[in-house]
């Protein structure tokens, strides 16, 4: 079984579909042993809790943020690093440090609409002012390049007639996020857990 830290910086809804993938059955081989939040107060916490999660606040602002986040996963020993709607840029040191072993979810199809200053909704006002028909979500391995490691999986979602940035940003949450990083999550961790008892 694989321990996986989910970091997180607001709401949570990437980290509810992973709890409750867990529940369902989608995630066997893998286990949330740590919820981290940059921010205080953000209501992944509270959902962490409400699952019996442990729930970490490590204030993005104070000095050692990178020191006591990678102290606290060192010490963890996890296998697995999901950033799930996290938005603290992480260092190349942190990349290199836990290499191979983060992934991230972005709302956009990289290499579309990727890359420093697009996250959040700013990523779907950007998919509405270019025109484009098809946007979605991506799975990627982290590194030093922000949204630029290796892609894991994909999914479009249909941009619609009179569609808003939250619409839109909603819809891309429902149907694409929060089924392609649980999937994601089960298939890296399936297949480490196959070779770690040499099935
Ligand atoms: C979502 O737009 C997600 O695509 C991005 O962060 C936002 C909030 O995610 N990664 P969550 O609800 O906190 O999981």
């Known amino acids: 079984m694989k321990k996986i830290a989910v970091l997180v910086s607001g709401g949570g809804t990437n980290l509810q579909a992973i709890l409750d993938a867990e529940k369902s059955g989608i995630i066997k081989s893998a286990k949330v042993v740590t919820v981290i939040s940059d921010s205080e107060g953000a209501f992944a916490l509270t959902r962490a809790e409400n699952a019996g999660v442990e729930a970490v606040c490590i204030p993005k602002k104070s000095a050692d943020f990178e020191t006591r986040l990678i102290g606290l996963l060192d010490e963890k020993n996890v296998d697995l690093i999901v950033l799930a709607g996290f938005l603290s840029i992480l260092s190349s040191e942190f990349t ?104």
């Open 96 to 199: 290199r440090h836990f290499e191979g072993k983060i992934i991230n979810i972005h709302p956009s199809l990289i290499p579309s609409f990727c890359g420093k200053g697009f996250y959040g909704l700013r990523v779907h006002q950007a998919a509405l002012a270019r025109g484009v028909k098809l946007t979605g979500a991506t799975v990627h391995y982290v590194n030093e390049i922000p949204d630029g490691g290796r892609i894991i999986a994909q999914k479009a979602v249909k941009v619609l007639p009179g569609d808003t940035p939250e619409a839109l940003q909603q819809r891309v949450m429902k149907e694409a996020e929060h089924v392609i990083l649980p999937q994601a999550i089960e298939d890296i961790c399936s297949v480490d857990t196959a070779e770690s008892e040499g099935r």
